[in-house]
C-alpha cells in the first residue's frame, strides 16, 4: 500500500514511516499542509493519516476540501485531542477514524487494516482470485497446493494487481504506487517483480499478461 503521512513532528512522523516501512508499505511524508496539497495532487494513495495541527493551517480544511474533491482514499486522523467533540467533528467532515496521540503503533496498524477492509468491502484479511489465495498480512500466496512467501515489492505489487483485475498498469503508474518520492528507481525494476510473480503464478489459472505500448494485466488464464 501507498501512504501519504501529513505530521509535523519529525520524530514521530520518522518512526510511524519506519514501522509502516518495516510491513512493507511504501510512505510519502507531508511536513505541512503545501506538501500535503501537492501529494495528493499527483500520487494515488491507499490510505491518509493526517495530523490535525499543522503548522499552516488546520489539518481539517485538508479533509474537508479531499472530500468536497471526491477524493476517496480513507483518511485516519492523528489528533492529541481527546474530547468527544473533537472526534466527532473530524469523523462529520468524512475522516474513516481516528486515533489519539500518543499511541501504539500496534494499534495504528490494526486500525489501518482495518479501515483498508472496509474500503475494500471486505472483513477478512484473505483475497481470492480465480484459484489463488493471497494474504498480504501473512505475506503468502496459496497457488494450488503450494504456499509462496512473498518479498515486500512482490507482495505490494500483486496487492495493485488483485485488487483491479483485468485493468491495465502502466509501468509509470506501478512505479507510483510501488515506490515513494525519496527512491530513486526505474522501470526496468517493474520488470523484474513482474517476472518474479510469474514465476509464482506458473501452474495457475491466473496470469499477468504484456499489453503492448500500455502495461500490465492480471487476468483468468
Known amino acids: 500500500m501507498r501512504f501519504l503521512l501529513v505530521e509535523d ?14 510491513d512493507g508499505h511504501v510512505v510519502d511524508h507531508a511536513p505541512d499542509l503545501a506538501v500535503a496539497d501537492d501529494y495528493a495532487a499527483t500520487a494515488d494513495y491507499d490510505l491518509i493519516l493526517l495530523d490535525i495541527m499543522l503548522p499552516d493551517g488546520d489539518g481539517r480544511s485538508f479533509l474537508k476540501s479531499h472530500r468536497n474533491r471526491e477524493g476517496t ?9 481527546s474530547e468527544v467533540s473533537d472526534r466527532v467533528g473530524v ?9 489519539t496521540k500518543p499511541f501504539d503503533f500496534s494499534e495504528l496498524e490494526a ?30 500466496l496459496v497457488v494450488g497446493d503450494k504456499t509462496v512467501s512473498l518479498r515486500n515489492k512482490e507482495l505490494r505489487l500483486l496487492e495493485i494487481f488483485i485488487n483491479a483485475p483485468d485493468r491495465i498498469f502502466s509501468k509509470s ?14 522501470e526496468n525494476a517493474i ?28 487476468s483468468l488464464a
Open 9 to 22: 513532528n519529525l520524530s514521530l512522523a520518522s518512526a510511524v514511516e519506519d514501522r509502516l516501512r518495516m
Open 73 to 81: 482514499t480513507p483518511v485516519i486522523v492523528l489528533t492529541a485531542r
Open 91 to 99: 469523523l462529520d467532515l468524512g475522516a474513516d477514524d481516528y486515533i
Open 111 to 140: 486500525r489501518c487494516r482495518a479501515v483498508l477492509r472496509r474500503h475494500g468491502g471486505g472483513s477478512s484479511n484473505q483475497k481470492r482470485f480465480g484459484a489463488l489465495v493471497f494474504d498480504p498480512l501473512a505475506g503468502t
Open 173 to 186: 503508474k506501478l512505479v507510483d504506487r510501488l515506490f515513494s518520492y525519496e527512491e530513486d528507481v526505474s
Open 191 to 218: 520488470e523484474v517483480y513482474v517476472a518474479r510473480l510469474r514465476k509464482h503464478l506458473a501452474g495457475a489459472d491466473v496470469e499477468i499478461t504484456t499489453v503492448r505500448g500500455l502495461g500490465y494485466r492480471m
